[in-house]
């Protein structure tokens, strides 16, 4: 049974691949740091997202081939593998186990994000498309655990906007069609015996919970919510009768909480933080309880439940030390682990943990050419904005760099509604590496912080929300840390957005700016979103602006940089896939063309064979060495 929440097939394997090297011959001085090359950050990693089987025996994993992942397979006990995927187009994007025997995997074409599912057996025989359909997106729904021939997907085969239910044969390939979406459900969970029993609809603004007895029953609403306030099932409980979920009703932080379908009542609120929302929860299939909460302060955080669970995570710390530790799989008897590690100088290495005899081995590093002591440490910061609330952030200083006139990347994530967390990030160590010092904040609007900090973002693209990022800079300088004459901002996607605001609203503040796959036009950007997204697109109106209102249309244009590009005078680097559904390639041409009719000369990066961001390795390479040329022109 998968998380009702997961709309779109993600990777298992959620942390960035990305790594450096060490120069060896400088390594006799522990002061002098080497400049490591750009392809060590972003070339693929050695071997990554591990995955054992259900009965324990056999380890799956991707690692490059020619630049590209590729599924590979082992004995648990052996050295040698297989490998039995031979993609040469694009990365595989995630891969599962569906039984002891065939592995499933997920890729796009070109970065379309049109996700297909595919079926291969363990020794590469009998390969199969699943569902090879022109322009449909895959959802995994539950993987039928107990059922090792199918699982149950949602595809918008029928409908674009919609997803229906379908049985799957992985093996044959066929599909029973399950339900027949109506046109406002948008997702499907099911119950701990693979049985469709939740559905969650949408009217573009408000949210219900769709309820079923059993499968031979009518969905009846049991609760309905505006999208500011939400009840985010996460899975049943044992007896299949009532609900774990993540809910913010009548409360600021979400909180973990015991919901009855039966009556759209909250029974028990189990736990709950005071600074951070509660994101998610874990449990034990096989011993059918609840072990864990998970929230994000300045790291991540583990509220127990179970002694069990804890005991094997504080022996792992212990074996562990300096090192965050994650369960990334299991077998089904919960004996075998696959343990990752990472910090913010590392991306760690795999272990497989034995429960029944406490033995820890070490499968392999993920990037063998990463020294840890020339990497720059990642530390959590604070600042208040102008208007009173407290913006949390990461400061990454150059390492063996006295902390005094840096020159500073500004770095706004993407989303908005999304959040920077503390972790090994390939492009902060390559830009401390080359002596600058990087700012990540988790601007008005970032998830986690609670319901009141995510509604101060609403309407406020280029306004509040860049006011924190200002602030940030203005902060930095307050400090003693900036070289007010030598800071770059530099963002994707909304990040993108917030950088070509920076270089509109604060022309000045910015010695140069790369707008990375970034939005620059509010009311395209809005017809250009992929169509599944378009049931959401009142929500929409309501958090960025509805370009049918008069007063919304003024403020959309005043606030899209497009509009703005008179005010351009910092040198910008714009980099774009051509296949982007989530900001169309118009949005960056938009803004080159009106600073070439300008006379304004501006960098422009666009690859064929990309979508929202760069995955291939070698678009990797080129972005990034010509980002570090670029930059270093107008820093240094």
Known sequence: MKNISQIILVSFTTLILGACQSNEKNMENNNTIPT????????????TAFSVSPNGSMIAYLAPINSRMNIFVRAIDKDSAQQITFETDRDINSFFWA???????????????????????????????????????TQIIDDLEENPNELIVGLNKRVPEIFDPYRLNIVSGELT??????????????????????????????????????????????ITTNFKESLSPLFFTFDNKELYAVSNIGRDKSALVLFDPKTGKEKEEIYTNSEVDIELASYSKKRKVLTA?????????????????QSRYQFLESKLLGYEVVVTSVDKAENTFIIRTYSDKSLGAYYVYREDSHKLEKITDV???????????????????????????????????????????VNPHGGPWARDVWGYNPEVQFLANRGYAVLQMNFRGSTGYGRAFWEASFKQWGQTMQNDITDGVNWLVDQGIADSSKVAIYGASYGGYATLSGVTVTPDLYACAVDYVGVSNLFTFMQTIP?????????????????????????????SPVFNVDKIKTP???????????????ESDQVVEALKQRGVDVLYMVK????????NEENKFEFYNAMEQFLSKHLK
């Open 293 to 309: 909460a998970v929230y994000v302060t300045d790291k991540k955080q583990i509220h127990f439940f179970d002694s069990i669970s």
């Open 572 to 586: 910008l680097f714009i980099a774009q896939g051509a296949n982007d559904p989530r900001v169309n390639k118009a």
């Open 36 to 47: 490591i090359p750009v392809e060590q950050f972003f070339r693929n990693a050695e071997k």
């Open 367 to 409: 990037a063998t050419w990463i020294d840890e002591q020339f990497m720059a440490d990642m530390k959590p910061v604070s600042y208040q904005s102008r208007d009173g609330l407290t913006i949390h952030g990461y400061l990454t200083l150059p390492k063996n760099a006295e902390s005094k006139n840096l020159p500073v990347i």
């Open 531 to 559: 169509p599944y997204w378009k049931p959401f697109l009142e929500m929409m109106h309501e958090m960025v602006g509805d370009p049918s209102n008069e007063q919304d249309s003024l403020m959309m244009r005043e606030f």
């Open 99 to 137: 039984n002891d025997n065939r592995i499933l995997f997920v890729k796009d074409n070109g970065g379309d994000e049109n996700f297909k599912l595919y079926a291969v057996d363990r020794d590469g025989k009998n390969p199969l498309p699943l569902t090879n359909f022109e322009g449909v997106v």
């Open 177 to 222: 069609l399950l339900a027949e979406n109506p046109g406002n459900i948008m997702a499907w969970m099911t119950d701990h015996n693979g049985q469709l029993r939740i559905a969650i609809t949408t009217d573009g603004v408000n949210s219900s919970l769709l309820y079923r007895e059993t499968e031979q029953d009518e969905f009846t609403t049991v």
């Open 608 to 615: 064929d064979n990309e979508g929202h961001g760069f995955r």
